[in-house]
């Protein structure tokens, strides 16, 4: 509310525009949901009649994939940015090693998903600071309600991997298993208990957003949609872990 009104009434003060200069928007200080929030709503608020923008934001950006993990399409949308390469010629260890070390990156509709959780195997866990940046830019409500996904596909794919070495030792050449999926209305049903949503709609709207985030995968069977997190074991653990409530 307070970045609403400060850029509502440079809009209607202002002759000339004022520029704010942000080396790393995707810094430690920065990276939070509420802040980035605040940003683009002080952007955004500060349009006058003619359509300028009184306020406007130049920054720089380290993170390879941040257009996926910082910002939802509301924040993105009111932020309005213009994308420049400025290169350092400089070597991008760091941003590399955040984007994922091994195997494809998967894709979504904004370019390449988090760097985290992309391989094959089980084994590894993927890039957790990747990973805990995007859980830490999503709301409280969102995390809750990805818990809650990442809770049961927990259960499921433990009792697959128990199922899987009961037994079947000493086979060869065995077919990978199907991947566990809970249906779309078995989540409803969870999120609406634990107050995560106060809709469908809402909730609909909260699962747009953790898919742009390639943090939910959904695919239709034959009794309707189903959804899964596309990432190991270790990852589920991680997301259970992970308190929305800390500071």
Not at 2 to 19: C, D, K, N, V
Not at 101 to 126: I, L, W
Not at 129 to 157: C, D, N, T
Request: with cysteine; hydrophobic share 35%; net charge positive.
């Amino acid at each position: 509310r307070r970045a609403l009104a400060i850029g509502e009434r440079l809009a209607f003060t202002r002759s000339f525009p004022i520029y704010l200069v942000l080396h790393n928007i995707d810094g430690v200080g920065l990276r939070y949901r509420q802040t980035q929030d605040a940003l683009a709503t002080l952007v955004a608020s500060s349009v006058t009649s003619d359509g300028t923008r009184m306020i406007r934001l130049v920054s720089s950006v380290d993170h390879v994939n941040a257009s996926a993990t910082l910002w939802s399409t509301q924040t993105r949308s009111a932020f309005g940015w213009i994308w420049k390469e400025v290169h350092t010629y400089r070597p991008s260890f760091e941003e590399v090693r955040l984007g994922g070390e091994e195997g494809p990156v998967r894709k979504t509709r904004y370019g390449t998903g988090v760097g985290v959780g992309h391989r094959a195997s089980t084994s590894g866990g993927g890039d957790g600071m990747g990973f805990m940046r995007v859980l830490e830019s999503i709301g409280k409500r969102h995390a809750e309600a990805l818990k809650l996904l990442a809770r049961e596909q927990y259960k499921l794919m433990k009792e697959q991997e128990r199922k899987s070495q009961q037994g079947t030792a000493g086979r060869r050449g065995r077919s990978k298993p199907a991947q566990p999926t809970i249906s779309y209305n078995a989540w409803k049903k969870m999120c609406m208990g634990k107050m995560c949503a106060s809709d469908d709609t809402g909730l609909r709207n909260m699962l747009t957003e953790l898919t742009d985030h390639g943090i939910i995968a959904a695919k239709n069977l034959d009794d309707g949609r189903h959804l899964f997190i596309p990432h190991p074991l270790p990852v589920l653990k991680q997301i259970l872990q992970f308190d929305p409530n800390a500071d």
